[in-house]
Every structure is written in structure tokens, then in C-alpha cells.
Nanobody
């Protein structure tokens, strides 16, 4: 049974930082590109960024570039999202996802497995 479990969400003041973690089980972790998405009520799930299988390549949405960093530890079957300079508009539920495609994908439809999400709230 595949499981992706996010953790590390919470309440933070604007300008602060948070580090989200996603622990994977039930898959050969190193065979998957890993993505982070976010969603607010009433809106579509939005691509944040992704990292390739080896961890040697990353791709970010414009709003995340320069503020967010994705990394992974294949030995621990974990992927991380380090978020800095947080803004109130970053408030959302954040999800990790696994994708078996060859290239990094930014479309929700391309991802095979999803976590349950962790809430991030940024206060002004």
C-alpha cells in the first residue's frame, strides 16, 4: 500500500519559514519524481515545484522561485519543501505527490500518488 505522509505544517508569521516533510512508503522512492502542490478552498490544486529522481534537478512555479527549495533523501524515502519569506497568500494545504513520468511534470493529472496534505497558515 502506497502512502505519502506530509508533516511540518502550522501557523507562521509573514516573513517566517517552515519546512515541510513527506515520508513515502510502499513505492520504490528513487523511481519517482516528487512534486509539491498547494490548494486553497474553492481553487484548483496548484503546482509549487518538483524534484527529479536523483535530486539533481528541480523546477519551481514562479511564485516559489527564490523562496522555496525542494530536496529529497532517497535513503530515507523523504522529500522536503523548505519555505522562506512566507506571505499570507502562501496559506494553503500543501500536498506531496509521486510521479513515474520520465520528466518532471507540473500537471496534477500526471501524478500517480498523493498525500493527505498539511495545512500552512501565514498570518500578516
Amino acid at each position: 500500500q502506497v502512502q505519502l505522509v506530509e508533516s511540518g505544517g502550522g501557523l507562521v508569521q509573514a516573513g517566517g519559514s517552515l519546512r515541510l516533510s513527506c515520508a513515502a512508503s510502499g513505492i520504490i522512492f528513487s523511481a519517482y519524481n516528487m512534486g509539491w502542490f498547494r490548494q486553497t478552498p474553492g481553487k484548483e490544486r496548484e503546482f509549487v515545484g518538483a524534484i527529479n529522481r536523483s535530486g539533481g534537478g528541480t523546477y519551481y512555479a514562479n511564485f516559489a522561485e527564490g523562496r522555496f527549495t525542494i530536496s529529497r533523501d532517497n535513503a530515507k524515502s523523504a522529500v522536503y519543501l523548505q519555505m522562506t519569506s512566507l506571505k499570507p497568500e502562501d496559506t494553503a494545504a500543501y500536498y506531496c505527490a509521486a510521479d513515474s513520468s520520465y520528466f518532471i511534470q507540473r500537471s496534477v493529472r500526471e501524478y500517480d500518488y498523493w498525500g493527505q496534505g498539511t495545512q500552512v497558515t501565514v498570518s500578516s
